[in-house]
């Protein structure tokens, strides 16, 4: 199984900041790599895909890039909204195995 | 507005079966791939299973092969998780999830339901 590395687990940052969440796979995955994002009581949410695909209807503050084996999920400025519980997921091969997650806080 | 209500969760002994459905409804649900996803909670994400739109295709994680089985009606658009031989770590909610992509199945989760919840315990 690919095995897939959120850095940091847990993350405190103010509203405004620019943060980056590094998520690193076992063995190469491509681009098949996607972010998803959980607020606590919610359902999770796509909010990239392909690596750096920007969801419609996502705002353009979440972007996403890398390939291979390590990816970054970047959130500028972020908004009170976005403090939540992100996790990445490779689609890359079974099974689709999901990132421990990295939990942003409020600094 | 996609719409996915899943059922028959509950608390059930080690070992016995259990039989999870979802309704689906507010998009052509035989033009996509389906899922199921769990999370312990509290915890992280886990892919369970998934099912072509043809259902030609079935996945399942590790974990639950040979014990689970995913199905799919088109007619009455739903979704079925027919768990047997549930352990105590099957416990977790459990999402039902509608592929991103129309046609073949990407994997990529892009619709979720609120999950139903399954405890084994004794």
């Known amino acids: 199984d690919i095995r897939m590395t959120q850095s940091p687990s847990s993350l405190s940052a103010s509203v405004g900041d620019r943060v980056t969440i590094t998520c690193r796979a076992s063995?190469?995955?491509?681009?098949?790599l996607n972010w998803y994002q959980q607020k606590p009581g919610k359902v999770p949410k796509l909010l990239i895909y392909?690596?750096?695909s920007l969801r419609s209807g996502v705002p353009s503050r979440f972007s996403g890039s890398g390939s291979g084996t390590e990816f970054t999920l970047t959130i500028t400025s972020l908004q009170p909204e976005d403090f939540a519980t992100y996790y990445c997921q490779q689609t890359y091969t079974s099974p689709y195995t999901f990132g421990q997650g990295t939990k942003l806080e409020i600094k | 507005e996609v719409q996915l209500v899943e059922s028959g969760g509950g608390l059930v002994q080690p070992g016995r079966s259990l039989r999870l459905s979802c309704a689906a409804a507010?998009?052509?649900?035989?033009?996509?791939?389906m899922h199921w996803v769990r999370q312990v909670p509290g915890k992280g994400l886990e892919w369970v299973s998934g099912v072509s739109w043809t259902s030609d295709s079935l996945r399942y994680a590790d974990s639950v092969k040979g014990r689970f089985t995913i199905s799919r009606d088109n007619a009455k658009k739903s979704l079925h998780l027919q768990m047997n031989s549930l352990r105590v770590e099957d416990t977790a909610l459990y999402y039902c999830?509608?592929?991103?992509?129309?046609?073949?199945?990407?994997?990529?989760?892009?619709?979720w339901g609120q999950g139903t919840p399954v405890t084994v315990s004794s």
């Open positions: 507010g998009f052509i649900f035989d033009d996509y791939a």
């Open positions: 999830v509608k592929d991103f992509r129309a046609g073949s199945a990407s994997y990529v989760f892009g619709h």
């Open positions: 392909a690596a750096s």
């Open positions: 063995q190469s995955v491509s681009d098949y």
